[in-house]
């Protein structure tokens, strides 16, 4: 069982991308689906999430408006759209899978985490 992280990069403030986490040996299509990231120094933190069925997102303060959470069931990925980026958005980004779908936002509650992708953000 696997989530696979890509899409990071460096890019300048203001800039976009796009993260996608693709799962497989089993399917993600009935978990909830959450983005954390990492800084440097820093514990990781919660930045989105979505339920199974696409239909209920919920999104830290800090990301709120600027980026966008969505999945693939049937590709069994999910993916973080990141818009209007800041230095402070620099950091790994990490996927991960809660089987009992409950729209968590601690790390803890997550059974299934990718490997982590890495965004910094240039001033």
């Known amino acids: 069982v696997q989530l696979q992280a890509s899409g990071g990069g460096l890019v300048q403030a203001g800039g976009s991308l796009r993260l996608s986490c693709a799962g497989s040996?089993?399917?993600?299509?009935?978990?909830?689906m959450g983005w954390f990231r990492q800084a440097p120094g820093k514990e990781r933190e919660f930045v989105a999430a979505i339920n199974w069925s696409g239909t209920s997102t919920l999104y830290a303060n800090s990301v709120k408006g600027r980026f966008t959470i969505s999945r693939e069931n049937a590709k069994n990925t999910v993916y973080l759209q990141m818009n209007s980026l800041k230095p402070e958005d620099t950091a790994v980004y990490y996927c991960?899978?809660?089987?009992?779908?409950?729209?968590?936002?601690?790390?803890?509650?997550?059974?299934?985490w990718g490997q982590g992708t890495q965004v910094t953000v240039s001033s």
């Open positions: 040996g089993r399917s993600f299509s009935l978990d909830t």
């Open positions: 991960a899978a809660d089987r009992s779908n409950g729209m968590k936002t601690t790390a803890y509650d997550y059974d299934y």
